[in-house]
RNA sequence: GGUACCUUUGCCGAGUGGUUAGGCGCCAGUCUGCAAAACUGGUUACAGCGGUUCGAUUCCGCUAGGUACCUCCA
């Protein structure tokens, strides 16, 4: 599989360090406000990463960090840790801020069927290890202690190493463009960055540590906890493009100064969405949640779009470009996602002729499909094989073709293994075989049989009865050739 | 201002040095008691200007427009 790595901006062959084994790391969410359209991106893509090494046969150690502590307000100058700040206006504990958007997070991802991943540390949880990860950084010469708080000596760094490997800029430039920031007076340069910020004393969120009472820096908890559960060196860290400076830059540097070597040998970021062309995101304000997509309760949208139309769209667009908000896609990805869907439904129906020829097209699908993913994950691509393959199944639904047993069962794996096991879209109708389930399916069928029995006999008043009354109810009735299909 | 990236047909969105992306929409047809739906077919574009090349949407340069990062951010 090719992976396209941030560091050398090349699609590399992937190659696990620990045959087998992969490790990856991904930065998850700051629980301090719900999960909007952004945040659903990255959590998909490498979802599908996740199944699609899975699927290729390897165990995966899949961390999604929670960050509960360390954000600096940006308009808080005084460094006032983010989930304090907002538990202070809402009267609450900063832990039940946490816990509350933690739950909330934990529940629209299930809707967008994102797995869960294999460990998902808190950086609350994890002070001790960051402290004693700054210890090591000050022991080995790239950090200082001012007022209590430690900072990162990006200059003392940059002159053995290299600070801005990843993002491709050189500190000249840095210093030249960095913003001269009030209450900066306790570091030495303006681009040294704070490992522990001691806590004012208006801070909720505090530990003791050796410098002072306060929090760990807003790059620490992912050095930290990526080598604490993957080891000092691991495969894979992703995250949105947004992060790669300063966040991954600081996170190099900080691995590299504690551990002699850096830690990830591949770098991968989504891209942004955007709305109105302009990046969706919480400092912007511009954001829709993914509770309101659900709803349609926001005034840009038009109506509710379901969480699997969601994640149709983010998997029609390839990971590394920009996909832009609008009712209009939305609309097109559910209508597509919908015939998709239909399809597969009609997929297992479809009945195998003995006679039927092979058909080509289905000999050269899986290992299409294959090459779509192993190219950097292009689920694009990948879809349009599935929609490509739709024709054939529609095609055979229809009559006009047929199908030979070995064709179909194929057809039915390929499916289910890339549309439903690795993009993870949840194409079964409602999966529930439950008794209730199936009387209510049952009853449905009866009366649309009856419908069926009415229009032979050219009973149009009883038949349009039903058909519209079902149709009043809710339910969509579809006549096909030689009887019908419903939904609802 | 610095750095990086982007500009594809009505819309969304892949990809490629010479051959069909795909979806939505639209048009036509099939099916049909009516309606709906469904299905089939059609719908050939790559910002502009130069250059490299037998040949460029694809490589290089310039111009225009846009975005991201440089400050918390997915």
Known sequence: MLIYNTLTRLKEQFKPIHEGHVGM?????TVYGDAHLGHARPAITFDVLYRYLMHLGYKVRYVRNITDVGHLEHDADEGEDKVAKKAR??????????????????????????????????????????????KRILDAGFAYISDGSVYFDVEKYNNVHHYGILSGRDIEQIRENTRHLDGQNEK??????????KAAPEHIMHWPSPWSEGFPGWHLECSTMGTKYLGEQF????????LIFPHHECEIAQSVAALGHPTVHYWMHNNMITINGQKMGKSLGN?????QFFTGEHELLDRPYS???????????HYRSTVDFSNQALEAAEKGLQKLNETYHRLQTLKATDAAPDIAEIKTLRRQCAEAMDDDLNTALLIAQLFDSAKIINSVHDGKMTINAEDLTELNSVWQTYAIDILGLTLSDSGDDSNTAQAYKGAVDLLLNIRLKAKQNKDWATSDQIRDQLTALGFQIKDTKDGFEWSI
């Open 25 to 29: 790391y991904v930065c998850g969410p």
């Open 89 to 134: 206006l809402e009267q609450l504990e900063p832990m039940e801020v946490v816990q509350y958007y933690l739950n909330r997070y934990h529940h629209d991802m299930a809707l967008l069927n994102v797995l869960p991943p294999t460990i998902e540390p808190h950086a609350s949880a994890h002070i001790i290890e960051q402290i004693e990860f700054i």
């Open 188 to 197: 030495r340069r303006s681009i040294d960055f704070a490992l522990w910020k």
């Open 307 to 317: 969480p699997m139309t969601i994640r149709f769209f983010i998997l029609q667009a």
């Open 287 to 291: 954001f829709i949640t993914l509770e």
């Open 235 to 242: 495969d894979i860290h992703g995250g949105g493009m947004d």
